[in-house]
Every structure is written in C-alpha cells, then in structure tokens.
C-alpha cells in the first residue's frame, strides 16, 4: 500500500481546530493524555501474554520512553505496548471514536457560544489531540504485535492526515511531537529532564510501567584532574507504586485526588475517595471515588457503569459492572484481590461468590459514606444529590422496591422550611403534633410551586413541604408509601388532612349542602373533563383549584407518563381531576349571582374556571382559542 491522503471526520476537524488554537494553561496535560495511552496499550499487551507469553518475542520489559532531542525541537513517546495496525490508526486516531462524543461535541458547541472554549479541553482531556496545543506536527509509528507491517501516520492537524507503511520491527507506537514554536518559547521546556519530572510526579507517578528518559550528567573525570566527563544515563521519573497499596495514613487527599483525575480521566476533583482494606475470609484493597459530576455519557444508553479489577497490582478488567449496584452506577475506582485468577472470564465473574462478598461490602461501605457526609457535610451532600440524585430516586422504585429501605435514608429535598436541603428524618422530626401526613408539592421548580393556590393554607397552618422537582420524586416516594410511619401527601390531592376542627368542618359541609345546585350545574356542564366540583377548604386568595383524586395517579405523574416514549402499562393514564371552589371567594359569589340573574353565562363561567384550574397546575389547554374567546366576550361585557 502506498502513501494515503485523509480527511479528519468533520467532528474531529472541529475539535482540532479548537486545539490548536487554543491559549489553555494547561497545555501540559498532553503528556498525561499521552502517558496514560501507552500504560493502556502496555496493559492490553500485558493482559495478552499473560496467557500467551510467546507473542511478547523477548521483548518483556514493558516501558515508557520520553526522547528529548532538543536540537530538532522534537519530543517522542515511546511504548511497547500492543500498537495499531493500518485500520486500528485510522479508527482510533483519524475520528473521535469515543462513546461520549457526540454530547462532547454537543457541550463543545454550547461552550463555544459562550467563548470559555479553553475549559473543555480540561474537562475532557481531549485525549491523543491535546498533543496538538503543543506541536505544529506529529508523526505516529506504529505496529501492532499480530501485524506484519507497522504504519507511519502524520498531521500538521490542519484537517487531513497521511497514512502510509514503514518498516519497523518493533511492536508499540512512537509518537513524535514536533513542538511549537511559540512567543515566550513554553513548549520548549516540555524537553528539559526537569519539566519533564515535575509533570510525571504531578500526573503520571502510579503508572506501573517506567517512564524513561536518558540524561547527561557531568562528573569530575577520574583520569585527568579537572576536567568533567559526561556520561549519559537512563533515570525512572515515576514511583510506580500504586496508591491503593501504600498505607492509608501516609496518603494525602491530594494524592487520591490526582489518582483520581489521572486516572479517570477527569478535570474535576472526586468529591470523595474511600479507601478500603478488607483482611479475614476474603482479602482486597479497594480505592472507590465517587466523583463531582456525571460524565457527558452518564444519562445515555452508552454509559457503561463499573470498576476495574486488579489481581496482585495487575490489571486484569475494566468495567466490572458485577462489582456496582445500578444505584450506585456513579462510582468509579478499582479492587485488587489475590483471590482472583488472572484469566477470569465475564461469565464466571458473575457467580463468583468472593465478588458478590466484595460487591455487597462496597455497596455497604458508599452507603454508609453518603450518610455521613449527610449529615456532616450537607452543602457538599447537596451537590452530589443534584447530580446523581436521580439515581438514588430510581434506586428506590426499581427491582420492586429491594433496596427502598436503606436508599430512603439518603433522600434529601427542598422544602419551604429553609434554603436548604433537608433529609427526610429531619423533615419528620419538625413535625409538630397536630400534623398528620409528610406533605409535598410536585412542580416544574421550587418557585411555581411555592405560587399554587394549593399551598397558601399549609403555609398559613405552618406546615412544611417538600418541593419535589424531579419527575422521579413521585415515583420513588409512591414506592415508598411511608416514612418513619408518616405516609407523604401530595398537596394537590383530595382529603389533605389539614387538622382543621369540628365546627369548621360542619360549616363547610352545610354551605355546600346551600350551594348544591349550582355545583351541579358546573359539574353537568364540565361532564367527564372533572370527577366532581366540590367547595375548598384548603384555599385562601385563589378562586380555583384542581385536586386529584387519592387513589390514581398525580398531575406531575400524568405528565411525566404521557411523554415517556412507547406503549406501556400505564401510558395515557389520567389522574382524576376534582374541581374545588373557594367559597369565601368574591369570584363565588359572582357565580352565584350570575346563575340567578343570567343562567345562561353559566356555562361559560364554569369552562373559565377549569380552564384556570388547568393553567394553575401547568397543563395545556385543550382548546386555547375557545378560552381566550370567552375571555374577551367577558371582558367586553365588564366594560358595558
Ligand atoms: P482515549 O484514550 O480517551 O480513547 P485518545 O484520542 O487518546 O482517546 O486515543 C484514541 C485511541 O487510540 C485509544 O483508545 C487507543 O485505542 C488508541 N491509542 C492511542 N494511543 C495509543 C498507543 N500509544 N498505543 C496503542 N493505541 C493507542
């Protein structure tokens, strides 16, 4: 095969063209991105020959070699891991294969129109292109350990790239970088031993394979006094001791946390580590993170959730979705056990009953970290529940409920007692006496729900509320029926148990019984759009309100069914629809005079009012023109 001419896939046009223009600070992470490369190709290789030692062909000593040539201005990379052959290049280097790329792209756009560009290099490392902040030109040779011909790529990284065959040995991938010249000559340093130290100490120091470079050193010759000799010299810049094996108390948050972004690839630091060494019956270390925020790809299909598995240092697995409970998908880390066989298959890892032990200590473990930092912690609490609160919702509802029990604990929600979140043992603990149910409101936000007329009589009773903003919330809390003995209570359902006394009862009832009339001929006008009119205790400004029934399902849950995609038991499910009246409202006594005085506006009343009932509870209208045409007809007539 000859030389080739390529065009970058147009995605990734557009994130080289952001690289290479860009003015980020930290255009050395580069060499993390690229470090981390050769550790993964020398893992995969590694992994291969475990079973298989013949296709290492004597080359067994795994390692990272960084060649300074500081003449040509050129840095190399150089691993002996598993390397590419033609198509592995062209897949991998010439497109953005990533699972998250298109939301990437997606936040890529976004950020652009609000010129912050340079912050989602950090945030996604950008991985082999970052090495484009810092060279003008990048050759890649490489060849893959089953392949007979080894591959010369190359770009200026201006939109296309060549691709050709070379002759080399040697299985792994060199990569050189022909730095940039730039105004105070920063990339430059990127040759110098020093800079180079810093950086692996700082980002790469728990690579388990060396990372090379060869040095000049000058010594007082031992022949002629005087004069200096230089000799050269090959030095390791990293410790390569793993984290998870050196003792807890000599580790500083600091370096969990670099572990962390080093590792997972992330630009933000994990909110928290937990650092586990478990000794008795089954033996492991385990380094769990749960991170500051979801990856791009964490609410798509894509998101594969898991934590890699090491036996005695080696890696053996990526993703071990054996190991993490689908409520607690966020977490990522590792565990090293010597129990484990090296060439372990997927399918024996699922009954492997050491795992399962494993699995359930660590379910334990985060459990019992997140209510900690509950309770110790609620502002940092409160930003984890906002990015992976959802989960723990679903957690609660899914497989029947199983896990119901101990998820309720980490429930935290906005309620109208302060500004900020609260547990549900606290919410129960405030309840004064007289207070009979958990109440919530349901609702596109705190503000609009703090507005619905449904409220102004809990307020005025000084009952909390919890403002439940996520569609799951109900979901998770019909789960869950109760708390502490407490059953939850939508405030926009029927029969909301406000305390109220007696007299206040019978007082009500007997204006109903006055009124009958009339709300019958609301409720025979609205037919089946409402299941009955009734008059309201609960409202005090309003007119109207719409209450739903306590058996079905609620507005918000209606709502959220009749957009969920596809056919399914509970699709185009209803919530039943009560009207209530504010009997002490002016707008009730209007009523009642038209229905004396010109009966027939009745009926144009009463499709006002539930027109405003559905408005207040955030539904479309289901015939908006009709609505805005009896307005004005009733506005006409006002000014008559
Ligand atoms: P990421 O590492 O996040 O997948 P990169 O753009 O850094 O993204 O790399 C893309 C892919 O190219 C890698 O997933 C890997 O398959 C391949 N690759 C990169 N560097 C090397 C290397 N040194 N040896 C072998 N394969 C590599």
Redesign the pocket.
């Known amino acids: 095969m000859t030389k080739e001419v390529k065009n970058f896939q147009t995605e990734t046009k557009e994130l080289l063209n952001l690289v290479t223009h860009s003015i980020y600070t930290h255009k050395e992470i580069f060499l993390r ?2 470090i ?3 550790s ?2 020398i893992d ?1 290789m590694r992994f291969l020959s475990l079973t298989n030692p013949e296709i290492l062909e004597g080359d067994e000593k795994f390692k990272i070699e960084l060649i300074r040539d500081e003449k040509k201005k050129i840095l190399t ?1 150089k ?1 002996n ?4 052959n033609h198509d ?1 290049v062209v897949s ?2 010439g497109t ?3 699972s998250g790329s298109k939301a990437f792209l997606s936040q890529l756009k976004k950020s652009k129109e609000q010129s912050d560009e340079v912050d989602i290099i950090g945030q996604f ?6 090495a484009f902040m810092v060279a003008d030109k990048i050759t890649l040779i ?1 060849k893959r350990y089953d392949d007979e011909n080894a591959v010369k790529w190359e770009s200026k990284g201006d939109g296309t790239y060549t691709i050709e065959p070379i002759d080399r040995k040697a299985r ?2 060199e ?1 050189m970088l022909h730095l940039k010249k730039d105004e105070d000559d920063s990339n430059y340093e990127f040759l110098s031993e020093y800079k180079l130290r810093e950086l692996v100490k700082k980002y790469s120091d728990y690579i388990r394979y060396p990372i090379l470079t060869t040095v000049e050193r000058e010594e007082p010759s031992s022949t002629k006094d005087g004069d200096v000799e230089k000799t050269k010299e090959e030095i390791t810049l990293n410790s390569m001791i793993p984290l998870w094996k050196k003792n807890k108390n000599n580790i500083e948050e600091k370096e969990y946390n670099e572990f962390y972004m080093n590792k997972f ?1 992330d630009w933000i630091e994990p909110l928290k580590a937990i650092h586990i060494k478990a000794e008795g019956n089954v033996e492991y270390t385990a380094l769990i993170y749960i991170p500051s925020r979801a990856p791009m790809d964490f609410y798509s299909k894509d998101f594969e959730k898991g934590i890699q598995l090491y036996t005695k240092n080696v890696f053996i697995m990526d993703k071990c979705k054996e190991l993490v409970p689908e409520h607690f998908r966020f977490i990522k880390g590792l565990v090293d056990s010597a129990d484990f066989s090296l060439n372990i298959s997927r399918e024996i890892l699922q009954q492997d009953r050491q795992l399962q032990i494993i699995a359930k200590n660590i379910e334990k473990r985060v459990q019992k970290e997140l209510e900690k930092l509950m309770n110790d912690d609620r502002e940092t609490y409160s930003k984890f529940f906002k990015e992976f609160g959802v989960i723990i919702k679903a957690g609660i509802y899914e497989n029947f409920g199983l896990h119901k029990d101990t998820l309720k604990n980490l429930l935290a929600f906005y309620s109208t007692h302060s500004d900020k979140m609260t547990s549900l043992e606290e919410y129960a603990s405030r309840m004064p006496e007289d207070q009979k149910y958990i109440y919530y409101v349901a609702g596109e936000n705190k503000e609009s729900s703090s507005k619905l007329p449904q409220m102004e009589v809990l307020k005025d009773k000084g009952f909390e509320v919890l403002f439940f903003t996520d569609r799951v919330d109900e979901f998770a809390i019909k789960t869950l029926v109760e708390f502490d003995g407490k059953e939850f209570k939508s405030v926009t359902e029927e029969d909301i148990d406000l305390g109220e006394n007696e007299t206040d009862k019978k007082l009500l009832e007997e204006k109903e019984e006055e009124n009958k009339d009339l709300l019958e001929k609301i409720k025979e006008h609205l037919g089946n759009k409402i299941s009955s009119v009734r008059l309201s205790k609960r409202l005090k400004t309003s007119a109207v309100c719409l209450v739903s029934g306590e058996a079905g399902i609620s507005f918000e849950m209606e709502k959220v069914l009749s957009e969920m995609p596809g056919e399914t038991p509970m699709s185009g499910m209803k919530a039943e629809r009560i009207l209530e009246i504010n009997p002490d409202h002016e707008l009730f006594q209007s009523l009642k005079k038209i229905s004396e005085t010109s009966p027939e506006d009745l009926d144009d009343f009463a499709d006002l009012l539930y027109s405003q009932a559905l408005l207040i509870e955030g539904f479309a209208l289901e015939n908006p023109v009709e609505f805005a045409n009896k307005m004005a007809k009733l506005m006409i007539k006002a000014s008559k």
């Open positions: 991105e690229l981390s490369n050769a993964d190709a995969k990379l691993d891991g598993i390397g590419m592995d991998n280097i953005i294969a990533k490392g950008v991985g082999f292109y970052s490489t792994g991938t990569i690839h």
